[in-house]
């Protein structure tokens, strides 16, 4: 019988710019199909880092261009922007290859908002980064013109760094579940979803931020009661004493296991760490539910238990 996943496509699933992301998304709907065609329900979320900065960065320099004529585009509603081409390209893709198997299935992205609250702490200390890599002679000139706030990304470069407030609830959550009952493949918080706050009455107000994929896809597998949460990363398998001598690759741990090496600082912040979190509160949240951290193209064999860092209460 096959249970209901939902997958937290990385950013190696995607690319960096839209011809990578075409021929990405390629590659990436095979090795979902894989698990469709094994009677698997599907739903798929997504980040969008490179996508969003991209976006972000365009309707900067339109306003710069002619600011009487423009004015400056929220992040939410780049992060919008960002769902809509991204599930785009994923949809499309994913219903060729379906069809090619003789697959016959809907496939449908929602623009999708995500509850924060507007007084987490998170939005006084910006720490996610968005957008592509910078010099630091690029980043001191954006820190001036734009009043950005900026770091050190692990020795690769300076990126953007904004609010990354923890997920509460999925705003279209009944539509998702409508789709999926209906036997759709659904493409849901894309980029961590939209965040939003309720303000007066019953409007929502976009908040400056991005919410981090891996503890929106949390919240989203709960609310669609999902079996299994696989989020997918540059690994095959999560590990301890990663680039050490003595490091040993993880394949199948207890949440409190994980809880523990979270604690000794095995898992790199911005990295690992989120992920790990995410799956341990995914797996504690119902008995019977598991997470699974491994590469894409190694779900298919992490679902069947032959790979990747499987994570249960």
Known sequence: MGKRIVIALGGNALGNNLPEQMRAVKQTAKAIADLIEEGHEVIISHGNGPQVGMIQAAMTELTRSDPEKYIPCPLSVCVAMSQGYIGYDLQNALREELLDRGIVKGVATVLTQVM???????????????GSFMTKEEADRMVKE????????????????????????????????????????V??????????????????????????????????????????????????????????????????ITAEQARQYMAEGHFAPGSMLPKVQAAVEFAESKPGRTALITLLEKAKDGIAGHTGTHIHA
């Open 146 to 185: 734009r009043g950005y706030d900026v770091i050190e990304d692990a020795g690769r470069g300076y990126r953007r760094v904004v609010a990354s407030p923890r997920p509460q609830a999925i705003v279209e959550i009944s539509t998702v579940h409508a789709l999926v009952d209906a036997g759709l493949v």
């Open 187 to 252: 493409v849901a918080c894309g980029g961590g979803g939209i965040p939003v706050y309720a303000t007066e009455g019953h409007h929502l107000k976009g908040a400056a931020a991005v919410i981090d994929k891996d503890f929106a896809s949390c919240v989203l597998a709960q609310q669609v009661d999902a079996d299994c949460l696989i989020i997918l990363t540059a690994v095959e398998k999560a590990a301890i004493n990663f680039g050490k001598p003595n490091q040993e690759w993880l394949s199948d």
């Open 116 to 130: 924060v609250d507007h007084n987490d702490p998170a939005f006084a200390h910006p720490t996610k980064p968005i």
